[in-house]
């Protein structure tokens, strides 16, 4: 089982929408998790920490389910500049897959 | 602004070459990190650094080599170059702290092995 899983999706929503990714991680000592935004032919940057009580950043909520090893982002009122891929980071170094959304106007 | 420096964003090798990717970081963090980017494969980890001349194997080693003489500058080896070694690669610093430390990217080096 691979360390970090993530959907890949792709996630094709129109501008507004509500949208939710979640990343399952198979360490269960793992201590600090990320998500991470890519945008075409770039390279990561930090989007927000997941902190275990949860985290909001304007319209994105990060939260972490530690009895079900999962972490979840979720993007409110989308914008078309939204449109990237997220990735999850586990343990400072460990990367998903990456979940492309599309925002469509 | 850390910033975190690939000496080429292009790079075409023939198979059996012996190439260097060099990656330099300015804000005298201790951790640094190569990653190697395929398509649905997300970033995967090939070795990393937590000081200098100290290497730890990541995910997908097995090619590859690292070299880290002094503390701004982590390089990548590889020691005789395979067409599945097309990829992108991205090298990555991070600051020893009490945790949730942030990963700083370079723009990352396209390689293609013919």
């Known amino acids: 089982r691979k360390e970090v899983e993530q959907d890949p999706g792709p996630f094709n929503v129109p501008e507004g929408a509500t949208v939710a990714f979640n990343c399952t991680y198979s360490n269960s000592a793992s201590q600090s998790f990320f998500w991470y935004r890519q945008d075409c032919r770039k390279e990561p940057k930090l989007l927000m920490s997941?902190?275990?009580s949860g985290n909001e950043d304007g319209r994105f909520t990060a939260q972490l389910n530690r009895a079900s090893q999962y972490i979840s982002l979720l993007i409110r009122d989308s914008k078309l500049s939204d449109s990237a891929t997220y990735l999850c980071v586990v343990n400072d170094m460990r990367f998903g897959a990456g979940t492309r959304l599309t925002v469509k106007p | 602004d850390v910033k975190v420096t690939q000496s080429s964003r292009y790079l075409v090798k023939r198979t059996g070459e012996k190439v260097f990717l060099e990656c330099v970081q300015d804000?005298?963090?201790?951790?640094m990190f190569w990653y190697r980017q395929d398509p649905g494969l997300g970033l995967r980890l090939i070795y990393f650094?937590?000081?200098?001349?100290?290497?730890e194997k990541g995910d997908i080693p097995e090619g590859y080599s690292v070299s880290r003489e002094k503390k701004e500058r982590f390089s990548l080896i590889l020691e005789s170059a395979s067409t599945n070694q097309t990829s992108m690669y991205l090298c990555?610093?991070?600051?020893?702290?009490?945790?949730?430390?942030?990963?700083?990217f370079g723009s990352g080096t396209q390689l293609s092995v013919l």
């Open positions: 990555a610093s991070s600051l020893v702290g009490q945790g949730y430390e942030k990963l700083f």
């Open positions: 997941v902190y275990s």
């Open positions: 804000m005298d963090h201790e951790n």
């Open positions: 650094s937590y000081d200098v001349k100290m290497k």
